[in-house]
């Protein structure tokens, strides 16, 4: 079963005991600790742990690979003094790894999407939703901008099923907005219910915060190496 996946707090907390009695129809074997671990998967990605504050703060961002000209190129005005000037036209495109917030990732997938039915269609009335996660537009190399690894689109689908819109050019900041202040409610409250059923160890605070461990200790052990 597809759980859906809410920008709001207030909706998600609504909405939490109708979900979970389709979740039991959906499957007569399931508990309610069951549906608590995928709910915690599909917020998780959104969140870190803070040593400092020792709690979950927003980390509602992605890595993305950027292309770009560089800038020692060449062009535009410089073509024209080609034949007069020895000039170098020759343009060279490089990357570098960027961290861009959620919200401009949608967007930019939102772009992707629009193009691709200006291209194929004339930008007829189609749905967004119907390409959102179409390889051939997902994956599709452009020569700048951003490169999208589609392994990592799979993680953020439930996310942008809630923020793009169907129809459209562009995303809804006050919406986003919800989502970024909401997400670390959310979380709180799947802990909560899952320390109500005694199963902590499964809680989104516990999996970041042994991430974040794991990862602390990885750094250690390369600089003891290196030093």
């Given at each position: 079963?597809?759980?859906p ?49 020792n709690?979950?703060?927003?980390d ?28 170098n ?19 930019y ?50 996310f ?10 562009t ?21 909560r ?18 991430e ?11 600089l003891?190496?290196?030093?």
């Amino acid at each position: 079963m597809e759980l859906p996946f809410y920008l709001s707090c207030e909706e998600f907390k609504k909405r939490y005991y109708d979900d979970l009695e389709i979740w039991f129809e959906n499957d007569r074997n399931a508990t309610e600790i069951d549906f608590l671990i995928n709910l915690s998967e599909l917020y998780k990605p959104y969140l870190y742990y803070n040593f400092a504050e020792n709690n979950l703060q927003v980390d509602a961002t992605v890595k993305v690979k950027e292309y770009a000209f560089s800038s020692f190129d060449n062009f535009g005005i410089s073509y024209l003094e080609k034949k007069h000037k020895n000039v170098n036209t020759h343009i060279h495109i490089t990357s570098e790894w960027k961290a861009v917030s959620m919200m401009e990732y949608a967007q930019y997938v939102l772009d992707k999407i629009n193009k691709h039915l200006v291209r194929s269609y004339g930008f007829p009335e189609k749905n967004v939703h119907d390409y959102i996660n179409d390889y051939e537009v997902i994956a599709s190399a452009e020569k700048v901008g951003y490169k999208l690894d589609y392994n990592t689109h799979q993680l953020l689908l439930p996310f942008l099923k809630a923020y793009l819109p169907h129809y459209g050019q562009t995303v809804d900041i006050s919406l986003y907005k919800e989502f970024y202040i909401s997400v670390v409610e959310i979380a709180h409250f799947i802990d909560r219910k899952l320390h109500s059923v005694k199963a902590f160890e499964h809680s989104i605070y516990c999996k970041l915060r042994s991430e974040a461990k794991m990862g602390l200790q990885m750094k250690h052990h390369f600089l003891t190496i290196f030093n």
